[in-house]
């Protein structure tokens, strides 16, 4: 696709040089590049919606019911209001992004709970064990559990990259798995991702995180 469009752009850039000349073979040039890429384009969106369409699965199945019900649309990106809020006993309105960001992460993430000490006469479960090996194959069924068309994270890559290309990503990925376990390392960028907010379906209002 990229290649195409860069082709029409290209193309695109000689015919505005030769737009005097009507009977100059870069009309036809880029006339036919066009209609190559939008063509193009149609058709790997159609057969995208199908692919997912074929191998949707619970809880997808919720998603796909209500984009093939939904009304029709002018494809305008839906805006989030103001929200209303409650910070302590004091009822607040997040006008700005920066505050409907902080408002609807109270939401996503609340604080977390206090820390007890054991307490004696008490039975705990058993600890955990540290984790085993990790194998090339759980590395490989992991990848290929992964959600296709879920938006990729910081990083950018798509989960469908990852889930095709798992048996020649697993023979680098494994040595890096084993090393993390038995030094016990962390990966700071693993630590960062990015959380799509989007509207739940059939609200009567969207004006409180919640509606999110």
């Known amino acids: 696709m990229t290649i195409l469009r860069k082709k029409a752009n290209k193309l695109g850039r000689q015919l505005f040089k030769q737009k005097a000349d009507c009977k100059h073979v870069i009309h036809t040039e880029h006339a036919e590049a066009s209609k190559k890429y939008v063509s193009t384009l149609k058709n790997t969106k159609q057969q995208h919606w199908r692919s997912w369409l074929e191998r949707v699965k619970d809880p997808d199945i919720y998603a796909m019911q209500h984009l093939i019900s939904a009304l029709a649309s002018n494809g305008g990106k839906a805006r989030i209001l103001a929200l209303k809020y409650r910070a302590g006993e004091v009822d607040k309105m997040a006008i700005t992004n920066v505050e409907k960001g902080t408002a609807l992460a109270k939401g996503f993430f609340p604080r977390k709970l206090l820390t007890q000490d054991p307490q004696e006469g008490e039975k705990y479960p058993k600890e955990c064990s540290k984790a085993g090996?990790?194998?090339?194959?759980?590395?490989?069924?992991?990848?290929?559990?992964?959600?296709?068309?879920?938006?990729?994270?910081?990083?950018?890559?798509?989960?469908?990259?990852?889930?095709?290309?798992?048996?020649?990503?697993?023979?680098?990925?494994?040595?890096?798995?084993?090393?993390?376990?038995?030094?016990?390392?962390?990966?700071?960028?693993?630590?960062?991702?990015?959380?799509?907010?989007?509207r739940k379906p059939g609200k009567p209002y969207y004006d409180v995180p919640k509606a999110y």
């Not at 992964?146 to 910081?154: E, Q, S």
């Not at 048996?167 to 960028?189: A, C, F, G, T, W």
Request: charged share 25%; hydrophobic share 40%.
């Open 133 to 198: 090996k990790v194998t090339k194959e759980q590395i490989q069924k992991q990848l290929k559990k992964l959600k296709l068309y879920k938006a990729p994270g910081p990083d950018g890559i798509p989960n469908i990259v990852l889930t095709k290309n798992a048996n020649l990503l697993v023979e680098r990925l494994h040595p890096i798995y084993v090393v993390m376990l038995d030094k016990n390392l962390q990966y700071s960028p693993w630590k960062t991702f990015t959380t799509i907010v989007l």
